[in-house]
């Protein structure tokens, strides 16, 4: 590793579950992990609030937003001179714009603000793969400057939206979200609400097209999520908190360990041809994490990502992908990845 000796590489799917939900394993070396005690119980009391406040009602909510958005971005697309010679990139007409329109919905953000949301979060989070940290911290301090006016305007002028939800709810034991944790919590999202999003749509439309399911107009969610592991986002490194063995090996407390998603998805243990879509497999996928690490907004992203793959299927069902696989160009964030553009016609 560039900033430790060595770490250990966990790929099986029984021991990444365990490296995910086993308190054994924390998100800092031993002495660092007790000395933030505070911070883990603060951690957890967050994620208990914001359980409270994304609620499946919050997600059905959204639902008819995503389906007549997408429908429009659709019928943009089907309103321009297409060809091979012509053709349209699919992540700039569709997965982008439906993305951050989805998130900005969800948590409130104005419709006219929402071009400017997406321009600083693409900088600060690396879209393109260019290595310029002044850009990145400009974008983050921008996006930051004005995620923190934004709350401050919905704890005036509530709505009906997630983040107006997260300010309100309350609990007698866990209190209230403050400001600086609602901040941090609406920047988490902009990484896991349109990047993540904008990468998935992208990259299970390439993975269908290769394959030939563009006509699947119910396909099979939880298993096109189980085959972007690894394509789209993956752990964070754990750190062993107590000796321990794992898969018959020794770990001492303080080693590291990397636990892999996309492997764990395809352990043939579990899934058999794992490299193949196979729908109804009935084996829970590990995209979303597991335990105290689960997304929480793994609703609102399944959802998101099925209605986009059943309006592209129903309305465009000869996509086609009109450079070589190999020619598609990439776009690397720290913690995700997708095609930077995906040029299709039909």
């Known amino acids: 590793m560039p900033r430790f000796d060595n770490a250990w590489l966990v790929t099986s799917y029984d021991a990444v579950a365990t490296?995910?939900?086993?308190?054994?394993?924390?998100?800092?070396?031993p002495a660092a992990e007790a000395e933030a005690e505070g911070?883990?119980?603060?951690?957890?009391?967050?994620?208990?609030?914001?359980?409270?406040?994304?609620?499946?009602?919050?997600?059905?909510?959204?639902?008819?937003?995503?389906?007549?958005?997408?429908?429009?971005?659709?019928?943009?697309?089907?309103?321009?001179?297409?060809?091979?010679?012509?053709?349209?990139?699919?992540?700039?007409?569709?997965?982008?714009?439906?993305?951050?329109n989805v998130l900005g919905e969800s948590i409130g953000v104005p419709v006219q603000e929402r071009a400017a949301l997406r321009g600083w979060a693409e900088e600060a989070l690396l879209i393109g793969n260019v290595p310029n940290g002044e850009r990145m911290r400009q974008g983050m301090a921008a996006l930051e400057a004005y995620v923190k006016d934004l709350v401050a305007a919905k704890r005036k002028s509530p709505g009906d939206d997630l983040l107006s939800d997260l300010?309100?709810?309350?609990?007698?034991?866990?209190?209230?979200?403050?400001?600086e944790e609602l901040t941090s919590l609406i920047m988490v999202l902009l990484e896991g609400g349109y990047l993540s999003?904008?990468?998935?749509?992208?990259?299970?439309?390439?993975?269908?097209?290769?394959?030939?399911?563009?006509?699947?107009?119910?396909?099979?969610?939880?298993?096109?999520?189980?085959?972007?592991?690894?394509?789209?986002?993956?752990?964070?490194?754990?750190?062993?908190?107590?000796?321990l063995t794992l898969e018959g090996e020794q770990l001492v407390a303080g080693d590291m360990v990397l636990a892999r998603l996309e492997a764990a998805n395809r352990d043939p243990e579990r899934f058999p041809d794992p490299n193949r879509y196979v729908a109804g497999r009935g084996v829970p996928h590990l995209t979303f994490g597991r335990g105290p690490h689960h997304c929480l907004g793994a609703a609102l992203a399944r959802m998101e990502l099925g209605a986009a793959l059943t309006v592209l299927a129903r309305e465009l069902p000869g996509l086609r992908l009109e450079t070589a696989v190999q020619d598609v160009p990439w776009s690397y964030g720290f913690a995700d990845s997708g095609p930077a553009t995906l040029h299709v016609s039909w």
């Open 19 to 29: 490296v995910l939900s086993d308190p054994r394993f924390g998100g800092a070396p």
């Open 197 to 243: 999003p904008r990468n998935a749509i992208s990259v299970a439309v390439l993975q269908g097209i290769v394959e030939g399911r563009t006509r699947e107009t119910d396909p099979d969610v939880d298993e096109v999520l189980r085959l972007l592991a690894g394509l789209t986002g993956e752990a964070l490194p754990r750190w062993v908190q107590q000796d």
């Open 39 to 100: 911070a883990v119980d603060g951690r957890a009391r967050i994620r208990r609030l914001v359980t409270r406040g994304l609620t499946a009602r919050r997600v059905e909510a959204v639902r008819p937003y995503v389906e007549e958005m997408a429908h429009g971005y659709v019928a943009r697309i089907t309103a321009q001179k297409v060809d091979a010679s012509h053709p349209i990139d699919l992540v700039e007409t569709f997965s982008a714009p439906l993305a951050i």
């Open 167 to 179: 300010i309100a709810v309350r609990d007698t034991e866990d209190g209230r979200l403050g400001d």
